[in-house]
């Protein structure tokens, strides 16, 4: 039996860390073009310190719109097909689809910052 933490069999090759990593990168990559992101960045100097001077307050209407959001469940209110078409409609998935796709020819292209 091995020890604690190890798995019976053959191991695992760079080829399942290869995947993990591009997958990762992709999904990276595709939060930073998303429209949520930028509204997240835009709000975190805001809450900060907005956190830092009422703790309290923030916590209480924090927990007041995750109940607003329990009882009113606007889940319901779409449709799964809704759901993916505004993900991919407001993110770049083409582009990541098409990238993953392509041959290594080509220099990779360069996202501004």
Known sequence: MPPHGQHEGPPRGAGGNVWLSMGRSVAERWWRRHPAHA?????????????RKKPAKLMAIAAATG????????WRLLSVTAVLAAVLKTSDVADVVNTLMQKNSSPPRKDPP
């Open 39 to 51: 509204v997240g960045q835009l709000a975190r100097p805001l809450l900060e310190s907005y956190a």
């Open 67 to 74: 109940a607003v959001v329990v009882l009113v469940k606007p």
